[in-house]
Nanobody
Framework: QVQLVESGGGWVQAGGSLRLSCAAS????????MGWYRQAPGKQRELVAR???????NYADSVKGRFTISRDNAKNAVYLQMNSLKPEDTAEYYC??????????????WGQGTQVTVSS
């Protein structure tokens, strides 16, 4: 059973920084990609940043230049460094991991979420 546990959320003023962490149970090498999604009240969940097992990254346009996703294979963890935070970044942030299984498709795993609140 895969478990993803997020931490690092909280309250911060606009312009501030937070670093989210996602700890996985077991090796993250088994995942094809890991990422961070967010969901604000009344809105759909959206991709924030994603990193593949090979280290390729992609970001939502709204966070490019401000957020950085990274991974530490030795610690089985993925991080999201968030700088220059804006009130519109306020949301529940979820860690995600995708694993492709031959003949069975892609399995998606989710953490429980961590709240980020940015005040103006």
């Amino acid at each position: 059973q895969v478990q993803l546990v997020e931490s690092g959320g909280g309250w911060v003023q606009a312009g501030g920084s937070l670093r989210l962490s996602c700890a996985a149970s077991g090796s993250i090498f088994r995942f094809n990609a890991m990422g961070w999604y967010r969901q604000a009240p009344g809105k759909q969940r959206e991709l924030v940043a994603r990193i593949t097992s090979g280290g390729s990254t992609n970001y939502a346009d709204s966070v490019k230049g401000r957020f950085t996703i990274s991974r530490d294979n030795a610690k089985n963890a993925v991080y999201l460094q968030m700088n220059s935070l804006k009130p519109e970044d306020t949301a529940e942030y979820y860690c995600n991991a995708d694993r492709a299984v031959v003949g069975k498709g892609i399995y998606h795993y989710w953490g429980q979420g961590t709240q980020v609140t940015v005040s103006s």
